[in-house]
């Protein structure tokens, strides 16, 4: 029983007629799958069967592989025949078009519809996406009485086993749904088309490369945008990106002198003009005379899971496991370096982390960050976990000086930081030799870090555990060993 289109390939449509065609002609085209994108496969597949409980008890009818659905489709018919009141993975198909549901619950007229996501809301994006689904089991004669995305309450603590109704939060879309079920039909008829068409669609690179998600054609379709061009222009809206590429300005210093741009925005442009640096001097001045010594230089880690694994965590919540630590008497000092990573032994990584933090970081001296938002708010998080250490920690929030700030502010600014105020841009920027720092690392971004921790913490982690811990242990040292580095670029100024 072959399908023409199926919910995934008609959300490719929806998103992009050239990514519809593509996918289906010239797969080969087709950007690899990161690690990152993987683990959130996976994640989303893990979630979904954890939903089941909330309607346990089902028959499942997931398919023994992607392409076998007609057993699937088949025993869904006999069991919506037969009345069966839990059904996971229905799988359906009309005009062509197959659809799969991943909670089908008998109700009194017929069946109610769930679909899991393992985000934290409703995005517009599964209305259309639930809308196809809902047309195609329709059209199979089944009289649906409600459709319903499942998603992840992020306002969930665990606290023991997980509540299974406290994890999710269930939202009926039935009348959300209702206009473009209405304009689904005619979707079909055009996606057929394209996909018959013979040729590639024309399709301008736009905004709906990279929104709602990334497509998977980019390395495809935006070969010719160098690395660095007018779509790195800071805090540029994407229209305005899209009229200078359209107009054929693609290069940063192409950019006209009359179009319109903010200050920062047009520093940059300057700046790789002239291949400058920016510096304002009594500015940097004036940061620098704020610090005290001794100096903590200080760098969080932290990993998250879509079920919590902790008590007193909750869904998607950043947890520390690591931090890095240089610490300088005074200016120009030598650093002595201090770190902290937890095992992976089942046992909360917060509870060792905020001893040991506390224990390093002394009783006196500021403590120096790189973006001061992210630090703050998990050291608030770990004072509302640990009340009894709360004193502690607020004294070491208001230690915090932020080392971003001149960066952001644009008080230093060079054309190699590309726009970017991110220690990983800023850090060759300032200090030639470490040009290669983050890249000769196999951990590089905090990203991977936080991925490999967290696969080490369920257990999913394939890799071996002992190199993981010394490969996300020199990943942290760098940023911290960056952010002195930084400091003493600064005090030459
Ligand atoms: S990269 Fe953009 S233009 Fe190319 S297929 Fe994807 S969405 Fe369409």
Known sequence: ??????????????????????????KELRDDLSVQQEAVFTQGSNVGELAQQLFPGGIDLTPETFYDFGKSIFKTKQAIAKGEPVIYEAAFLHNGVLAAMDIMVKSENG???????SSTEVKDVFIQDVALQTYVIQNCGIQLEDVSVIHINNQYVKNGPIDINELFTIVSIWDEIQNPLAAVPNQIVRFKQ???????????????????????????????????????????????????????????????????????????????????EYIDKDQIKQFLNEINYPLYHLDFETMGHAVPIFDGSSPYQQLVFQYSLHVQKSPNAEPHHFEFLAETNGEDPRIKFVDQLIKDLGDEGDVLVYNIAFERDKLNDLANLFPSKAEKIYFIINRLKDLMIPFQKKWYYSYKMRGSYSIKKVLPALVPEFDDGYSSLTISDGGTASLVYAQMTDGTYEGNYEEARKDLLAYCELDTLAMVKILERLFMV
């Open 194 to 276: 394209v996909l018959k068409s013979g040729e590639v669609p024309e399709v301008n690179i736009g905004a709906q490369c990279s929104n709602p998600y990334t497509c998977d054609f980019m390395g495809h379709c935006w070969k010719d945008v160098p690395e660095y061009s007018v779509f790195n222009l800071s805090r540029l809206k994407m229209e305005k990106r899209l009229e200078l590429f359209e107009n054929g300005i693609v290069q940063v210093e192409e950019v006209p002198d009359d179009f319109k741009l903010s200050d920062n925005q047009r520093l940059q442009v300057e700046a790789e003009k002239n291949k400058t």
């Open 111 to 117: 069946y109610k519809a769930y679909e899991v996501k």
């Open 1 to 26: 029983m072959a399908h023409e289109l199926s919910k995934s390939t008609f959300m490719r449509g929806v998103k992009c007629e050239k990514n519809l065609y593509l996918n289906k002609h010239l």
